[in-house]
């Protein structure tokens, strides 16, 4: 999701060496069951948590009152994939589109929080992901969640993390369980957590079309008949990392889980400096 301005520019190997990392962060996650097909727990795989790997779309609105200060919102959408390669959960892709809001400033990177939104997550037969299909494929599928974001926001080492909450009711039966078994459906505590890096792309046409034309809205570049751009107030990003799904938030898992982003931000310090 969103990429701070002073790290728009990030190395794309410091990216993928921090989302190496992810998966020993993702041990800390609790493990849960998942079943692409909503067939029920008997189909279901056991997860500490899914990698996901996406494109999204930021647009800053600076404050015309309070200097330096700005709102930004940003569309997206991504597909969730086994945590050791880029292959579908099971025959049925796993797709998310999101829409977020927040606020920041442009002297302070670490004030930049995000403050609402909502995440919709979709089962989908077929694997059209990127495509033409609906908005760039994510979107076609049968949706079997809503989840309202409460809070989230960006490390000094570049890490977006973001909490949701599911909307009570949106949960289909048969899609997600707990370690035990429990069908998540059934819950009205259940959150995921998402953890991604990014960085700024130059959008391909099927990028400009179905995601920031289509699912954003945009009425720029690009949209309106002139040719598109990134600006430092509209700019495409890449997304890679990793979400898991909870009931509750245990303080031992938190705090390893908490442990082990501070250990991806201080390996992604150590290579910036040492550069």
């Not at 997206?76 to 086994?82: P, Q």
């Not at 997550?121 to 495509?131: E, H, M, P, V």
């Not at 760039?136 to 989840?147: C, E, K, P, S």
Request: hydrophobic share 45%; with cysteine; proline share 4%.
């Amino acid at each position: 999701m969103l990429e701070s301005l002073e790290q728009q520019r990030t190395a794309h190997w410091i990216g993928a060496l921090a989302l190496a990392l992810l998966p020993q962060v993702a041990l800390a996650a609790p493990v849960w069951q998942i079943n692409t097909e909503g067939t029920g727990l008997s189909g279901a795989s056991t997860v500490s948590s899914v990698d996901v790997t996406g494109v999204g779309f930021v647009q800053i609105l600076p404050s015309t009152t309070v200097p330096y200060v700005f709102d930004f919102v940003e569309h997206g959408a991504y597909r969730a994939v086994k945590p050791d390669g880029l292959a579908a959960l099971g025959t049925h892709d796993l797709t998310l589109t999101y829409s977020v809001f927040g606020t920041g400033s442009f002297l302070d990177p670490a004030a930049l929080r995000f403050t609402s939104g909502t995440i919709d997550i979709y089962a989908d037969a077929a694997l059209d992901f990127g495509t033409a299909t609906a908005n760039y494929g994510a979107d076609n599928g049968t949706l079997i969640a809503r989840l309202g974001i409460s809070e989230g926001g960006v490390d000094a080492a570049g890490l977006v993390t973001v909490k949701a909450s599911a909307i009570q009711g949106t949960l289909r039966p048969g899609y997600f369980f707990t370690a035990d078994g429990s069908d998540l459906s059934t819950r009205n505590d259940v959150t995921m957590t998402l953890g991604v890096y990014n960085q700024t792309v130059t959008p391909d046409a099927m990028m400009i079309s179905e995601v920031i034309c289509s699912l954003a809205a945009y009425a720029g570049p690009g949209c309106n008949g002139e040719p598109y751009a990134n600006t430092p107030l509209s700019f495409a990003v890449q997304d890679g990392g990793y979400a898991f799904m909870s009931t509750v938030a245990e303080p031992g898992s938190l705090s390893m889980l908490l442990a082990g982003l501070g250990l991806v931000a201080t390996v992604r310090r150590r290579r910036r400096a040492a550069h």
